[in-house]
């Protein structure tokens, strides 16, 4: 049973350019969620998706960041006009339900560097 | 607002000797409180939650923790360490009554145990 996955795992580009992070949720999940993580630091929510919903993206900064979960295929994270700060690694994680008690399963993370 | 905080950056342990990472939580509601643990360039592993009923709660790897209302705390503990548990430990918290599912991570605790 695949758990979590994520591609591509390290992304490289260049001040302006555009990022596109990709997750593909445990099978049978249907909530995602997307973190970031600085150097050293603990995992910040950016935003809860269900298939073509977006639920909370309370953690999203209100420009240049997108989510989207369709209803086949991965959920995507988009980010324009990367600038130095957005280098991180931006973590997915799917659960069974939104609601309740569920643990959320992660994904192996994309390390994103803006040069 | 909810919010946790693991008051240690790191915790050095010697191989075999009982361990304890700390995590104090805020929620207005009632505290679902999890344990995921990191290892180098990985995404979080889920250790283990606490929902409702007793205050130990039993994990993966031998990991315990245990609720403390009234100091609204969620240690985390194992009555000995092994080489293989050094890594990075986060603390989360949602609130139960709230349906937006929204996970508050602490700052992350290092755990190192030495020969």
């Known amino acids: 049973n695949a758990g979590v996955m994520q591609n591509p795992r390290h992304l490289v580009r260049r001040r302006g350019q555009e990022a596109r992070l990709r997750c593909s949720p445990m099978?049978?999940?249907?909530?995602v969620y997307w973190y970031r993580q600085l150097p050293e630091e603990g995992l910040k929510f950016m935003v809860y998706?269900?298939?073509?919903?977006?639920?909370?993206e309370s953690g999203m900064p209100k420009e240049r960041f997108s989510a989207e979960f369709p209803k086949e295929g991965p959920s995507i994270l988009r980010i324009q006009q990367v600038v130095r700060g957005d280098s991180a690694a931006y973590f997915c994680?799917?659960?069974?339900?939104?609601?309740?008690?569920?643990?959320?399963?992660f994904g192996p993370g994309t390390r994103l560097t803006v040069t | 607002a909810q919010s946790v905080a693991q008051p240690e950056d790191q915790v050095n342990v010697a191989e075999g000797n009982p361990l304890t990472v700390k995590c104090t939580y805020s929620?207005?509601?009632?505290?679902?409180l999890f344990w995921y643990v990191q290892y180098p360039n990985r995404g979080l592993q889920f250790l283990l939650k606490?929902?409702?009923?007793?205050?130990l709660v039993k994990g993966s790897y031998g990991f315990e923790a245990e609720f403390n209302k009234s100091q609204t705390s969620f240690h985390l503990k194992k009555p000995s360490a092994l080489v293989s548990d050094s890594a990075l430990y986060f603390c989360?918290?949602?609130?139960?009554?709230?349906?937006?599912?929204?996970?508050?991570f602490g700052g992350g605790t290092r755990l190192m145990v030495k020969p």
């Open positions: 998706l269900q298939k073509e919903n977006i639920i909370d």
């Open positions: 989360a918290v949602r609130d139960g009554n709230n349906a937006g599912n929204m996970l508050t």
């Open positions: 929620v207005s509601g009632n505290p679902y």
């Open positions: 606490y929902i409702t009923g007793d205050n």
């Open positions: 994680a799917s659960s069974l339900a939104g609601q309740g008690s569920y643990e959320q399963y």
């Open positions: 099978k049978g999940h249907s909530h």
